[in-house]
């Protein structure tokens, strides 16, 4: 859907529903169909987590890692993009699962559902970039002289996070380009890969991609401890179910999307779909390029850049690498956008310290600045203050980091369960133009609470059993600060009549921004 087909008609509809939930249309629609995929296939972006996460499946169960492991991992991650599809179309807002927990639950239950995808969103940028820089230092460190210290990767890290803030600030309409490039970028960056290592490699041999090995401990460079085969092939499943998150970026840009109700469910699972296909294409053609296996495992982390050394021609690595390197960039970019618009969208309703300051857009911009600085400045001090500090060795960064995307799918599954709980009910009495059914819509329910379990089973395993005792504490700090505090004060979403008497205040707060549509 190009914005070209889009009618007043059109954009009176999307604004009397933005309307009828309470709120104004601050934000400016500028997103096509294709534009919102974008943003979600962006952040997902397979050329960043499916690469710097590439040793959790070869030097874990080896081949089959990928050639099993990442269709089922990303089948996992598929149940919870079809499910918040069906919810989405329903309540097409910006910060969405904030809405959708406090719509089909409660106060209580929005808020628990804001924080965990906030700071989910906040510590998986700070991580996208940090792998940015990782995979910098790898790619180009050594023809430019530059090490992976600390100090250069913070220079490095706030330099690129400004830069994508910056970029946010300045509208969405240069934000979106910028992430349409990055969705073709990231489909020709695939076959590019899988092109030159299919003609790097010495042979086909398809099997590798269904043979087992057990790679934990030292076969695998410490990458996984030893653990049993069942474990290590669940491990192993992380590559993809951590590659695969983030399409969530579609709802958050809903109040910026055109024919949202029908536009952010179609992208939410198309990107998932799209990244499981692109990224299998170029991981199972990695695998075959590998020289052997067993040597591929004993790199560790560093397995990527390996392979590339041993197979692959420097003029054409290098520019693989510079195309990979864009792609990172641009996945930082997309993150911003949906974590700055999950705190406006938050903020709005007085969920955060300065929400004033962080719900106001700018009339010259259209965008959330305060909240895009916010977010950016938060990530980068997350990775300054955690890379400091250790626990028992283990560097707090590295902890952190593994409860990210455990945050994230928690706040995924409580709108998911929620719904499940209230369709046909007052709460939720009316489909959007995206209406799978009730049946298809309870079974992807069902996939998707048993998939949270299965995801934080295996990601509160060693090395990572520090995240147990951290989602723990902060499930015990948040109700805490719930009943303590934001039980009274905070009141969540406007509903009822509260929507009613909002709509002076809506009127004025479009005219602030210039907004024309009605």
């Not at 962006?42 to 030097?59: E, V």
């Not at 048993?450 to 060693?462: A, H, K, R, T």
Request: charged share 10%.
């Amino acid at each position: 859907m190009a914005a070209d087909d889009y009618t007043e008609v059109d954009k009176a509809d999307d604004i009397q529903v933005l309307h009828s939930m309470g709120y104004a249309q601050e934000l400016e629609r500028r997103l096509s169909r294709f534009s919102n995929f974008a943003v979600s296939f962006s952040i997902i972006c397979i050329l960043s987590g499916g690469i710097n996460s590439l040793a959790q499946a070869t030097s874990g169960a080896g081949g089959i890692g990928i050639g099993i492991g990442w269709l089922v991992g990303c089948f996992v991650s598929l149940t919870f993009a079809v499910a918040m599809s069906q919810i989405s179309s329903a309540y097409p807002t910006a910060g969405g699962l904030y809405h959708w927990g406090s719509i089909l639950g409660n106060r209580g239950t929005g808020w628990v559902t804001a924080w965990l995808n906030l700071l989910g969103l906040i510590t998986v940028l700070g991580a996208i970039n940090v792998g940015t820089w990782t995979f910098f230092v790898g790619a180009f460190g050594p023809a430019l002289g530059i090490e992976g210290t600390l100090t250069n990767q913070m220079i490095f890290l706030v330099i690129i996070t400004g830069a994508q803030a910056l970029i946010n600030h300045l509208g969405i309409k240069l934000t979106a380009k910028l992430t349409d490039f990055s969705g073709y970028l990231i489909f020709f960056g695939s076959i590019l890969i899988a092109v030159v290592c299919l003609l790097s490699a010495e042979t086909w041999d398809f099997s590798r991609l269904f043979t087992f090995h057990n790679y934990s401990g030292d076969a695998g460079n410490g990458v996984w401890p030893s653990v049993s085969n069942a474990w290590v092939f669940a491990l192993g499943l992380l590559l993809p179910i951590y590659t695969i998150t983030g399409y969530d970026a579609s709802a958050h840009t809903s109040e910026e999307t055109i024919k949202a109700a029908s536009s952010v469910p179609r992208a939410m699972v198309m990107s998932v779909v799209w990244s499981a296909l692109f990224g299998y294409l170029f991981l199972a053609a990695f695998v075959l390029m590998i020289p052997n296996m067993d040597d591929a495992a004993k790199q560790g982390w560093n397995v990527f850049f390996w392979a590339f050394d041993q197979r692959v021609s420097p003029g054409l690595k290098e520019f693989v690498y510079l195309v990979v390197f864009l792609a990172q960039l641009l996945c930082g970019l997309a993150t911003v956008t949906s974590a700055s618009r999950m705190i406006f969208a938050f903020s709005r309703d007085g969920g955060l310290p300065g929400s004033a300051a962080l719900a106001k857009v700018s009339p010259t911009y259209r965008t959330p600045v305060a909240a895009i600085w916010t977010a950016s400045i938060l990530s980068v001090l997350f990775v300054w203050g955690s890379s400091v500090v250790s626990v028992a060795g283990t560097s707090a960064y590295t902890i952190v980091v593994s409860c990210t995307v455990i945050f994230l799918f928690l706040s995924f599954t409580v709108p998911i369960v929620l719904g499940m709980m209230a369709w046909g009910t007052p709460k939720w009495d009316k489909m959007g133009p995206w209406n799978m059914g009730r049946a298809i819509f309870m079974l992807f329910g069902v996939l998707s609470i048993l998939s949270m379990i299965l995801i934080f089973v295996i990601g509160i395993q060693p090395p990572n059993d520090w995240a147990l005792y951290i989602t723990v504490g902060f499930f015990i700090l948040t109700a805490i600060v719930w009943f303590a505090f934001e039980r009274n004060r905070f009141q969540g979403p406007p509903l009822g009549d509260i929507i009613a008497a909002r709509q002076a205040a809506i009127k004025a707060a479009e005219q602030a921004v210039g907004e024309t549509g009605h």
